[in-house]
């Protein structure tokens, strides 16, 4: 809805109440957890060698993709996507409930579709024997290419298929842009509840690690991690990320539309805020990270700090320096256990947030260099933090409902 | 004039600047003229080599003293050119300085065939695979690459040169991506975030795989010669859309400040509506309900109803399925009215800017505003019975204007609507 209500009495309180998790760590929020505080990790250092993925952990796609034409309507990237979607759907109760869904904002960070490598290798090694007839690459596209493998890179055909599949229809948005799309997904969603233009959005993102055509793109400035996976913080030298393989999607909704329909909420979205520096000084990172978290609200002692740090430099070395000025808050970087999601790293950080507080725990740290510390109190505010491996820096505030 | 908000209380959102570039050519005053006189900007690719396409036609823009390397160049080109419009005509801010966030429409970004050849042509062998390329991707050489084909890279420029605030965001709605650029500065004014946005849809997608994608897909006209009469939106001939490159610029401001700073006002965005089809990746529901269902929720938004709508700017690709369906949902929301009100289409002259669509209709609809005069729908020599509007066929007409309704209908299912009016209502 664009509408505005006429009389507003205030920004509404917003309820996170569902949460969709389908990653390398396994499906669901139980496989989830249980992974994190056992400091499990999935990570192949051998199938794109020298490249480190995380490999997505497969599921029975029939049991929130039920026609098996739908499926084959998609790559990876949207299946996991839309796989995702369902459960947070349905861990909000709001599966299959046309009023609601027809309805319901939904606001997707998304990337692109998987390439077909197969058909650029072929025309391209053929190029490389001299095919380079003006029709050359119009008549190998035009025979190669699957009529529907566009419809499976469209940026905006992850929020297609999720309303085709899952008939999510009130409002659609696609935003891209790396990680920030994922924070200003959340940006957008909240400040449209908040403001009384909506009641409840679907937000998230989805992302494929184990691509070749992505590595592509992040080896042009030698972002990958090669070789040896080490944890974040422990990545030295060896700055990088690996990609990782994630479906994260969220029901927000206010607190009066949950509580209406006796929806249970994990925790409160209270803020969420996002900036770009332009990155040309050392430290203009930190600085805007200090600038945002400033902007979040009123922040306890001892709270909880998620991060999708990247491992990547100078901008991991930056949040480093402003993480170490916030000694009170435990912190937690979910690259080491996930890779880097990329669009999908700020609402995996928020689902973690969420489910943390609603477990009543911070899950167990996974940092040789001793950054990450035990939590022993259970957590009532967690900021996540997003900075992007190249833009966009963008913070949430997540906290118990009181 | 009235108050600064609207019947729901809301601060009311007017336009104070204005930029455009089609293969029309460059500005509003050029668009202006060629389109009022019916003038097609469809011509022969000559761009790259058309041998072996269904298609050898496009509304490109090979006007500008700059060979893009790659789409995302000249995506990037023309939202600049649109911006610095923009900005001038509504003398907001200062230079590099504009006072409020950036949405921006833009196309999916990714490596190209250039990229990708040079590469292939790197690792020195004629039989290779990704891993081969991933090999010299590496180290250094190619790291402009890097900056230029993220997704949000166009952005990052234009928030750069521009100096707007905030995390810009880059948005994909597909063929709804300009409209939808508008409503979420519309959105952030009306909740009182910011008194100004830019809104920015562009488009410089006519490369040979898109070509490709949406030949194979049965989207695109075939009849390439001439290429004038390619785009013919409601003709019972009609044989698909024109791909066409294009950006628009909207600087969008808060009615009260912008009349604080004594800006002119150049219109106002009554209204927005959206609403999502979940009946196919690329067809719209039959029943035509989504379209429906969105042409209503933007007239609650504008509180109209639809017999104060006098022009409609239509989505009008020329597709045999949209135009069918936009007349199916404009003729159950108006009734009778449908076959009496104006209904253009600017496609038949400027042809598909995908993402760039929403915006660029939606400064020409501010145009006929401006003007009192429709733009027609050219190449109609052939009505199609079943759609029986009054398409403003192949002469502009003038005629009293004061609301337009601008559709934008979408692969994925996306809907988006803008009411634009002279003045506030």
């Known amino acids: 809805m664009t509408e505005t209500k006429s009389s507003n009495p205030g920004p509404a309180e917003v309820w996170i109440t569902g949460i969709g998790l389908a990653t390398s760590l396994g499906e669901g929020l139980d496989a989830n957890w249980d992974a994190l505080n056992q400091r499990r990790i999935n990570v192949d250092e051998n199938g794109l060698a020298p490249y480190v993925v995380h490999p997505w952990a497969p599921v029975n796609f029939d049991t929130q993709i039920p026609k098996k034409g739908d499926q084959r309507q998609m790559e990876a990237w949207q299946r996991i996507g839309t796989y995702a979607a369902g459960l947070a759907l349905d861990s909000a109760g709001v599966k299959g409930n046309k009023e609601i869904l027809g309805r319901m904002d939904m606001i997707v960070a998304a990337g692109g579709g998987e390439r077909d490598l197969a058909v650029d290798s072929n025309i391209l090694s053929l190029r490389a024997k001299g095919n380079s007839a003006p029709a050359f690459l119009n008549e190998r596209l035009m025979n190669d290419l699957r009529p529907t493998l566009f419809l499976a890179q469209l940026s905006n055909l992850l929020a297609g298929n999720i309303a085709i599949v899952h008939g999510v229809t009130g409002t659609s948005r696609t935003f891209m842009g790396e990680e920030a799309a994922g924070f200003d997904a959340a940006r957008i969603a909240l400040a449209r509840i908040a403001g009384g233009q909506s009641d409840i959005a679907l937000i998230g993102g989805s992302q494929n ?62 803020n969420v805020v996002a900036d770009q520096a332009r990155r040309k000084d050392p430290g203009e990172v930190t600085a805007t990270l200090e600038t945002l978290w400033s902007k979040l609200g009123k922040l306890d002692d001892n709270g909880a700090i998620i991060t999708g740090a990247t491992g990547a430099e100078p901008v991991t070395s930056e949040e480093l320096a402003f993480l170490r000025r916030h000694p009170d808050f435990a912190v937690r970087a979910i690259g080491t256990a996930f890779g880097h999601t990329m669009e999908a790293q700020f609402p995996l950080g928020l689902a973690l947030a969420a489910l943390s507080i609603s477990r009543g725990a911070l899950f167990s740290p996974n940092d040789p260099t001793a950054l990450e510390v035990e939590m022993s109190t259970p957590p009532t505010q967690i900021v996540v933090i997003g900075a992007g491996h190249w833009r966009g820096e963008g913070m949430a505030l997540v906290e118990a409902v009181k | 004039m009235t108050a600064a908000r609207d019947k729901f209380g809301r601060p009311i959102v007017v336009v104070t600047g204005m930029g455009v570039v089609t293969s029309l050519g460059t500005g509003k005053s050029d668009n202006w003229a060629k389109l009022t006189a019916g003038e097609s900007g469809i011509r022969t690719i000559t761009r790259f080599p058309t041998d072996g396409l269904k298609t050898s036609m496009a509304g490109t823009i090979d006007f500008l003293p700059v060979q893009p390397s790659s789409s995302t160049d000249l995506s990037e080109r023309l939202a600049d050119i649109v911006a610095e419009e923009a900005i001038a005509q509504s ?150 859309f024109v791909i066409a490159e294009g950006a628009a610029a909207l600087v969008l401001e808060n009615y009260e400040s912008a009349m604080a700073r004594g800006a002119a006002i150049l219109g106002v965005v009554a209204g927005c509506g959206e609403l999502t089809d979940s009946f196919h990746r690329t067809r719209s529901s039959p029943d035509g309900k989504p379209i429906i269902g969105c042409v209503r929720k933007v007239l609650a938004d504008a509180s109209m109803e639809s017999d104060q709508i006098d022009y409609i700017n239509a989505h009008g690709t020329a597709t045999p399925e949209n135009d069918k369906m936009e007349y199916l949902g404009i003729s159950t929301v108006f009734g009778e009215r449908a076959k009496q009100i104006p209904v253009s289409s600017n496609k038949s002259m400027i042809g598909h800017t995908v993402s760039a669509a929403g915006a660029v209709e939606a400064v020409i609809s501010l145009l006929t505003l401006e003007h009192q005069r429709i733009p027609p729908t050219i190449n109609y020599d052939v009505p199609d019975p079943a759609i029986p509007f009054d398409v403003v066929p192949n002469k502009a007409r003038d005629a009293r204007v004061t609301a337009v309704m601008s559709n934008s209908f979408g692969f994925g299912g996306q809907n988006a609507s803008l009411i634009l009016t002279r003045e506030p209502i």
């Open chain 1, 209 to 270: 690690g184990e691509r070749k055509d992505m590595l592509v793109l992040y080896e042009f400035d030698d972002f990958n991690l090669k070789d040896k996976f080490e944890p974040v913080w422990a990545r030295g030298s060896k700055a990088g990320f690996a990609l990782g393989s994630a479906g994260a999607f969220l029901v927000i909704e206010s607190r009066t539309h949950a509580e209406a329909r006796g929806a249970k909420p994990y925790a409160r979205l209270t």
């Open chain 2, 91 to 240: 003398a907001i801010g200062t230079k590099s300085d504009f006072p409020g966030p950036l949405f921006l429409a833009v196309a999916p970004v990714e490596i190209e065939w250039p990229q990708r050849l040079e590469l292939g042509h790197d690792t020195g062998k004629t039989e290779f695979d990704y891993d081969d390329l991933l090999r010299v991707s590496g180290g250094g050489k190619y790291t402009r690459y890097h900056r230029r084909f993220l997704f949000g890279s166009v952005a990052d420029y234009l928030a750069e040169k521009f100096g707007t605030k905030g995390s810009p965001i880059s948005l994909s709605t597909a063929c709804a991506s300009g409209a939808t650029a508008i409503q979420l500065g519309v959105e952030a004014i009306r909740r009182g975030e910011t008194d100004a946005a830019l809104c920015i849809g562009t488009e410089g997608s006519v490369n040979p795989e898109s070509l490709v994608r949406f030949s194979l897909l049965s989207a695109l006209s075939t009849q390439n010669d001439p290429p004038r009469l390619a785009s013919k939106p409601f003709s019972k001939n009609r044989d698909g």
